[in-house]
């Protein structure tokens, strides 16, 4: 059984952050965060179904930065 949309939102984004923290370039990281951010603001301008997501947009620099430190 699928999940409903926010609680697939909130899981769609831990992976978009582990998948992040693999990336092989800081474009990649970039990219990634800003996918799931998109996705994050539209969920927060129109809504979803299910129970609160209560995510915001990631900070994308602070993202950059993690990644750096473990490189």
Known sequence: MPLPPSLQLRKDAEQALAAAAEAR???EVRLIVNEIND???EAIRTGLSGPPHN???YDVERIVS???SRG
């Open 25 to 27: 370039s800081e474009g």
């Open 39 to 41: 996705r994050i603001r």
């Open 55 to 57: 995510l915001v947009p």
């Open 66 to 68: 993690e990644w750096r």
